[in-house]
């Protein structure tokens, strides 16, 4: 439900920065949203890998997504280079997010989870859609995203992602062009 609504502001922010010109804060706020939305997702794929033993890494999935990106930033005027990338590194931080659950569930000997969302009919349509948002969000920023007040912006880990501050370094650096420039 969260994730819904959450999806709706981003709508509602592209929808109210697509006529101002040139990027802006709420373009900006609409990347940084569908970032951390895409990321939170990837808790209920670990537990649906979790409880089926599947391996988190799949790089049949990641080429039809990667496939997907291409033809979504094309639609939505953005460089697909820049989308490529932008979503390698969310796949990369989905997968850092991930271990680090199977370390943890590991560690403390956790058993099945009895409310895990499906894979193929739940999570995989959400991924989707939040995939598209976030490349969506990014058109509508994307001349600003080597900007250091923008790095600065999407840097900070989000509060519902501070256990997982390492997978939202990954995620951010496929936004930014250069965030060393900034430092």
């Known amino acids: 439900m969260i994730?819904?609504?959450r999806f709706v502001v981003i709508a509602l922010l592209l929808a109210t920065t697509a006529a101002a010109e040139g990027p802006s804060p709420d373009s900006i706020?609409?990347?940084r949203l569908a970032m951390t939305d895409r990321l939170m997702i990837m808790v209920e794929v670990a537990r649906f890998k979790w409880n089926g033993k599947i391996p988190i890494e799949d790089l049949e999935r990641e080429a039809v997504v990667l496939e997907q990106t291409v033809d979504q930033a094309v639609a939505s005027g953005v460089d697909p280079r820049l989308a490529t990338a932008l979503v390698r590194s969310q796949i990369a931080a989905a997968k850092a997010l991930q271990g680090s659950l199977f370390e943890k569930w590991q560690a403390d000997s956790v058993g099945q989870f009895d409310d895990a969302a499906d894979l193929t009919e739940t999570l995989r349509p959400a991924i989707g859609r939040l995939t598209a948002a976030l490349i969506e969000a990014v058109a509508g920023a994307e001349t600003n995203l080597a900007d250091c007040e923008v790095i600065e912006t999407l840097a900070?880990?989000?509060?519902?992602?501070?256990?997982?501050?390492d997978a939202w370094a990954v995620a951010v650096a496929g936004v930014t062009e250069d965030p060393e420039e900034c430092r």
């Open 3 to 5: 994730v819904r609504l």
């Open 156 to 165: 900070p880990v989000p509060p519902e992602l501070a256990a997982f501050s």
């Open 29 to 31: 706020h609409a990347v």
